[in-house]
């Protein structure tokens, strides 16, 4: 336990180290968080640069392809 302060009605405050549990639940948790984040972002990247399939083909290096 490490001493903290003296709380103003209950004397000292004493904090303790998070378990190993504790920790293992954190890092579970940021380790989903930024599965999700980055898939959000890559869905959000995806639907702001789709294109219309129905209009024209640009200009390109394979445009003379049939399909």
Do not use: C
């Amino acid at each position: 336990m490490i001493r903290a302060f003296d709380a103003p009605t209950s004397g000292v405050v004493n904090f303790t180290a998070p378990s190993p549990r504790q920790r293992q639940t954190r890092r579970r948790a940021a380790a989903i968080a930024v599965v999700l984040g980055v898939a959000f972002a890559g869905g959000l990247i995806g639907q702001l640069s789709a294109r219309d399939a129905a209009g024209p083909v640009p200009p390109g290096p394979f445009s003379y392809f049939p399909n």
